[in-house]
Structures are given as C-alpha cells and as structure tokens.
C-alpha cells in the first residue's frame, strides 16, 4: 500500500509540472470573405468573417489561452498599404482589419509590415474539476475593397489563405501579447477573400439653363453635360427622354402653367444631330474604361412667339444601357 501510494503522488506531481505535453491544444476555422458590390463609381467595398478558437487542455487551472491569428499576404501578395486580390493579369486592392472603422490593420507577427495580429483570449470552462478543461471564443474579421478602383476590369477576383499564409499561434496567456510568434502551432483550413465584379455604369449630369430672355425672335443656345464612368472595355449607348410633354429631341417642351416654349436637345455643336431615346438611330455610343467620360449636351431654343414672362423648365430622364 505505502509503495502504490508514493508512485500516485509522482504521478500527480508530474502532472502538475508546466509542459506542451500537458498544455493546451487548439482548432480554428475562419470562413471565406465574399465581398458583393461595384467599384463603379469609385466607392469602398466593405465585408466581414470571423476567426473561431476552439481549445482544450489538460490541468488548465484556470488559466486562459492566448491566440495569435497571424494573417499574412494572402495568395495575391500585399504591398506596405494594401493586400491584393487577382484575376488573371488584373488586380484589386483590399485590406484586412481588426476593428469595424476598418482603421486597424490585421497582420501577422512573421511578415515585413508593421502591422500585427489582434490577441484574443479563450478561457476554459472545466469539465473535470481543475484537471480537464474547454473553451471558444469567434471574434470578427472585417475587410474593405479599397477605394477608387473603378478601372479594373470585370470578373472574379480572389486571394487564398493557406499554409504559412494562416498561421496562428497559441500559449497559455504570459501578458506578453502577440509581438513576436511564439507557442504552439496550427492553421485553420483554407479560406479566401474574393468578389466577382460585374459590368456597372454610373451618370450624372448638369442642367442646361438658357438663361433670362425677351424675345424668342433668334436661337438661344446653350449646353450641359452628361458625365459617364463604366466598367473598361463595356460598351454603353446614353439616350435622353422627351421631357415630360416633348414629342420629338428637337420638340420638347419647357413649361410654365399651360403655357410652354419649344427646345431641342443635339449632339453635336451645329444642333444638326438631334439626341433622343431611341437606340441606336439618336443615342450616343461609348466605350468604359473605368474613368469618368465627359459628353457634351448642345441646347437650343429656336425662334418662336414668345409666351406670358416666367420661369420655364422641363425634366430630361438620362439613361445608360450596357
């Protein structure tokens, strides 16, 4: 009995000495980043996953788990200011942060750049008194598809996390913090950031005033523009409606009560090619490349008996197919 009862409290004793072998043990799973959305015109492009730790250990004693979820370039590569998702030849620049103002980068403890991973910690739960213990804990991964990239070209772009592209490191909690990578080792399975971009358009445009007037005895004229950003390579036609009672791109009618004043809308300076909504007998054809591409609108009031004194005006609907 004496000798049974000794090598029990060696056991025990041994069990209780700090070591891997009796450390802690984790698991992670972070899902892919999907961003959805349009870089036309020029917008950033936010998304969001979450990184799980799930971890368990033996003789935990309450202590909590340290983990350094190093993310570094990701397949696409990364530059000091940006990581980068690719299609072929074509890139996009995005980033990774640790916070939802998209302000704190997140990094990794084995990368080139400053920025550093986000500590988080797992405490356990016991499920054996101090012997055997459990936890998880899920924080939130956020990203952003960069501003100011409307020239890149249509199609699925993506960066792949794997290997030493995921590497998170874990320690019992020492209060050093996840400076450097140290502890033990373990990747999550293989995630990507990705977003397919679509042909996309956007307008805007600037009204056309002709101004105070007396007479309608000569032409008056004077013109605005329609400014277009497409996607690079898409071809576009712009048209511009009748107004709200025209019948015709040189017959539209501003109004003033039930008065109004006859006009015409052209695409050329001379007024000779009239601009309307028919594709593609009066409509004005184009081709994206991710810029905005400015377009001259030419107005004219021609000469026609002069209604009641007021202000005149009329609606124009611009629209772009592609």
């Known amino acids: 009995m004496k000798n049974w009862l000794v090598c029990f409290i060696w056991l025990v004793g041994s069990a209780l000495l700090p070591g891997t072998a009796w450390g802690q043990s984790c698991s992670f799973s972070v899902p892919s980043m999907v961003f959805s959305g349009s870089t036309i015109p020029g917008s950033a492009i936010n998304s969001m996953t979450s990184v799980t730790a799930n971890c368990s250990g033996l003789l935990s004693l309450g202590q909590k788990v340290l983990i350094c979820p190093n993310l570094n370039e990701g397949s696409g590569g990364a530059?000091?200011?940006?990581?980068?998702?690719?299609?072929?030849?074509?890139?996009?620049?995005?980033?990774?942060?640790?916070?939802?103002?998209?302000?704190?980068?997140?990094?990794?403890?084995?990368?080139?750049?400053?920025?550093?991973?986000?500590?988080?910690?797992?405490?356990?739960?016991?499920?054996?008194?101090?012997?055997?213990?459990?936890?998880?804990?899920?924080?939130?991964?956020?990203?952003?598809?960069?501003?100011?990239?409307?020239?890149?070209?249509?199609?699925?772009?993506?960066?792949?996390?794997?290997?030493?592209?995921?590497?998170?490191?874990?320690?019992?909690?020492?209060?050093?913090?996840?400076?450097?990578?140290?502890?033990?080792t373990a990747s999550p399975p293989t995630f990507t950031v990705q977003i397919t971009?679509?042909?996309?358009?956007?307008?805007?445009?600037?009204?056309?005033?002709?101004?105070?007037?007396?007479?309608?005895?000569?032409?008056?004229?004077?013109?605005?523009?329609?400014?277009?950003?497409?996607?690079?390579?898409?071809p576009y036609s712009i048209s511009l409606s009748l107004g709200n009672t025209g019948t015709s791109p040189t017959a539209r009618k501003m109004v003033n009560g039930a008065q109004s004043i006859t006009y015409g809308l052209y695409q050329d300076s001379n007024r000779t090619v009239p601009w309307g909504n028919t594709i593609p007998t009066n409509t004005v054809a184009g081709t994206g490349n991710g810029m905005v591409q400015g377009i001259d609108v030419y107005g004219r009031v021609p000469p026609q008996a002069t209604p009641s004194p007021g202000t005149y005006s009329d609606t124009i609907i611009v629209t772009v197919t592609y």
Do not use: E, H
């Open 197 to 234: 971009l679509a042909n996309d358009c956007a307008v805007t445009a600037q009204n056309i005033d002709f101004g105070p007037n007396g007479l309608l005895n000569a032409n008056i004229d004077q013109k605005g523009k329609v400014s277009v950003t497409c996607t690079p390579t898409v």
């Open 79 to 184: 530059t000091a200011s940006a990581r980068i998702m690719l299609n072929g030849a074509n890139s996009l620049n995005y980033q990774l942060y640790q916070d939802a103002a998209r302000s704190i980068v997140w990094g990794s403890a084995t990368w080139p750049y400053a920025a550093r991973p986000p500590g988080f910690l797992v405490a356990f739960t016991t499920i054996l008194g101090p012997i055997l213990g459990s936890g998880s804990t899920t924080i939130t991964l956020y990203g952003q598809v960069l501003a100011n990239q409307a020239t890149a070209p249509a199609g699925p772009y993506t960066s792949t996390f794997t290997g030493a592209n995921a590497t998170f490191n874990y320690r019992y909690d020492d209060g050093n913090g996840c400076t450097t990578a140290s502890g033990a």
